[in-house]
């Protein structure tokens, strides 16, 4: 007789950091790769919702209401620059970044300005108590009477404190330390994210509120928690900066509401942090006579052109393998470029220590910056500083040609503008774009050609 025994649900086993789900275990998430954090969580039942009555019919898409998708003014120029105008009225931005970075003392100064402007706004700090964020306040002359300041951990409390004030500005700081009572786990864990992301998404949207949420990152930089918080929020903002560097980039990596290749740069000072409009010639060194092995390129955040100095320094190696020590570019392209000048220009560096690095902390990432790491080096190994006044832009390929970039005209009017007389850009950059006025322009098709102009003295 066959036996009539239910059989036992199959669990299920879901990824602690995005929220991924199997139906057997793997030591390794499938979604974002990282090992050891799937674990068990038992089988989750698909419910269906019966149809209900429509309170809000949908309505033609000529007929909608835009003005609720408007932007309003953070009163931080940078920061408006990041989130495309500003703030959107329910807009719900999740902002990211290192602790220690910047993010509280940012977003403290914002809340200050809007309550100045007649919003009430409430601060709720999951992190720190009520007087550690008072005396930051101070420290930043943050003050404001309708800024209001509430330390809890508990989502029904957060809950109830906004409906109490209804606030035109809500910040959750953060969104990791607030927890649920109706949800098991941890404060910080898969589910909790979830129910709390949900939550206070649900009563922006509802009410109206302007929502900045702080999220924490992990060790590889992405942001902790499950993958769904960012699809569930409008605006993903970055923080990005070294600890030793005052500078603080802040770019969207999503945004509903506006464009995502706009970066805000921020100067982190004990007064605060305030925004940088105009960061050109803080990555340039300020020695008034040239010095061989430094070459000034113009990388692109975003869309913003930042005027950035490479140095470079060879010293004659001690036998074996040669020494290469870089510091704002990556180590594996600086070897390449040694490789390409060696063979391809005919610069000997294979016996000798190379030390590359940018100023002011700056990182160069993009393949614009190649051209001009190649001259510094040229220029370190001939003693020869490059001419006054002098910038290169330009990819180097493995056959010592320099490919053409983007963005060569925006970069070009950057420099002209603090003062940069001479240009090397790869040939064909221009196109039908005439040089700024007062600038020279030499196009060159290698790396060797690039290396013979640096010799020509300006005229």
Same mark, same amino acid.
């Given at each position: ?13 879901? +990824? ?15 979604? +974002? ?20 009555? /429509? ?8 007929? *909608? ?28 931005? %999740? ?50 009477? =309708? ?13 109830? $404190? ?15 330390? /607030? ?12 589910? $909790? ?15 109206? /509120? ?24 409008? *605006? #993903?903002? $970055? ?10 980039? *802040? ?13 805000? +740069?921020? =100067? ?23 010095? !061989? ?16 100095? *490479? ?37 000997? %560096? ?8 940018? #100023? ?12 001009? /790491? ?9 003693? +020869? ?40 850009? !790869? ?33």
């Amino acid at each position: 007789m066959a036996s009539t025994r239910k059989k036992a649900p199959a669990p299920t086993y879901r +990824c602690t950091e995005c929220g991924w789900q199997a139906i057997k275990w793997v030591g390794r998430c499938g979604e +974002c790769q990282a090992w050891g954090t799937v674990t068990e969580v038992g089988q989750q039942h698909v419910r269906t919702a019966p149809a209900t009555t /429509i309170e809000r019919p949908a309505l033609p898409i000529g007929e *909608v209401d835009a003005t609720r998708a408007q932007h309003r003014s953070t009163g931080v120029g940078e920061f408006d620059r990041v989130l495309g105008g500003g703030l959107v009225t329910g807009g719900v931005v %999740l902002v990211a970044g290192e602790p220690g970075i910047g993010k509280s003392t940012l977003l403290l100064d914002v809340a200050a300005r809007a309550a100045r402007e007649g919003q009430t706004v409430l601060y709720v700090s999951g992190e720190e108590s009520a007087a550690q964020v008072r005396l930051r306040g101070e420290r930043i002359e943050a003050l404001a009477r =309708d800024l209001y300041l509430a330390n809890e951990t508990d989502l029904a409390t957060v809950l109830a $404190q906004i409906d109490k004030l209804q606030p035109d500005l809500l910040i959750i700081d953060s969104v990791q330390t /607030i927890a649920s009572a109706d949800v098991d786990g941890a404060p910080g864990n898969v589910s $909790q994210v979830r129910e709390v992301a949900n939550a206070i998404i649900q009563v922006a949207k509802r009410q109206g /509120i302007g929502t900045l949420l702080v999220g924490h990152v992990t060790k590889d930089g992405s942001i902790a928690g499950p993958r769904v918080l960012e699809h569930l929020v409008d *605006v #993903v903002v $970055q923080f990005e900066g070294e600890r030793h560097s005052r500078l603080r980039l *802040v770019r969207a990596a999503k945004n509903r509401f506006g464009p995502t290749d706009e970066v805000g +740069c921020f =100067d982190l000072t004990e007064m605060g942090i305030t925004g940088l409009p105009d960061p050109s010639g803080l990555f340039l060194s300020r020695m008034e006579e040239p010095v !061989p092995g430094t070459c000034v390129t113009v990388t692109l955040e975003g869309r913003r052109p930042l005027v950035t100095e *490479v140095q470079a320094l060879l010293v004659p190696g001690n036998g074996g393998s040669a020494r290469r020590t870089t510091n704002g570019v990556d180590s594996s392209r600086t070897a390449m470029i040694l490789a390409v000048l060696d063979r391809r220009a005919g610069v000997r %560096l294979r016996d000798d220590d190379c030390y590359v690095s940018t #100023v002011g902390g700056a990182k160069l990432s993009e393949p614009a910056a190649d051209l001009a /790491i190649a001259l510094a080096l040229a220029s370190a190994k001939d003693g +020869c500083p490059m001419p006054t006044g002098t910038l290169a832009v330009g990819e180097v390929g493995l056959a010592g040609d320099v490919r053409g970039v983007g963005g060569v005209p925006r970069r070009l009017a950057e420099a002209a503008r603090i003062g940069f007389k001479r240009a090397i850009v !790869p040939a064909g950059s221009m196109g039908t774009e005439t040089p700024p006025p007062g600038m020279r322009v030499m196009e060159v098709r290698d790396v060797h050609a690039a290396t013979r102009a640096i010799a020509v003295p300006v005229r």
